[in-house]
């Protein structure tokens, strides 16, 4: 994949600076200017193994994966080969722009938990594309703010249908958490169901999002500062348990086995600030209330 794009990269925009880091992850300059806009995605996926007779097929208003030999549907990777071609598309239209892309995001934000960050030193804001559907425009995670109020005003998102709203751990908040002091946000990108082998991808609404993305491009010219501010909301982490309890309680009922290290890894998206000590005790107690309600059962 990185060769892959390092190719494409050379082949279609030649005046483009490529540099490859030691983990893998690819940043890109393209113009000279004083500050650039700047997007990024993930190169990983989590469908890393796929039949050989896996085909993306398209239709007119979808893609989606496809094994004949097993007659079954196989995730295309659409999180975060969206991301990516928007990147990439991006790249090649306009004159003076950065784009970043990270690996192995799916396992923890590994690639832009360890990058240097003075590549987004220049930059007036990252647009990450990697959320899935067609409406969500991130401005928090996990309670923390990503963007300033004067970069949303600025974006224009109600035009293009989206709407604010909160999402799960990925690269920008990695970028946040180490300091970056530029605005960013991630935006829903047209792909659906993803880390399932019905991932697919909505065509039109994968274009909404080059349009807005375009849109920011064109008209965001100058830096829109950010600091990050680490937020213990208490209310919000209340909240936070109360879900992973509920999670971790309907996960337990069905598969009984089921080891704490296991459950972390089948949420870990979803609860990417919570504190493992406080999810371990969340766990241990959905097991224990499990257990009196079986043991009321056979009471009665
Ligand atoms: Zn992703």
Redesign the pocket.
Known sequence: MIRFIVYWIKTNVKEARIKVDTMGNIFVTKGNAETYPCVVA?IDEVHSKKPKDFKVIETSEILFGWSSGAKDFIGIGA??KSGVWLSLVSLKKYDNIKVALFVS??VGCIGSSKCDLSFFTDCRYILQC?RRGSDDFITHIGGTELCSKEFIAATGFENYGYHQEMGMM?DVLTLKERGLEVSCCNISCGYYE?HTSREFTVKSDLLNCLHFVEHIIDTCNEVYPHKYQYTWNTGFYDDLYDFYYDDVYTLLTNHPDLTFEEICGAFKDYYPQANLQELEMTYEMAKQDIEYWKSKDYEN
């Open positions: 993930h999180d975060d995001e799916e990697d990925t993803p």
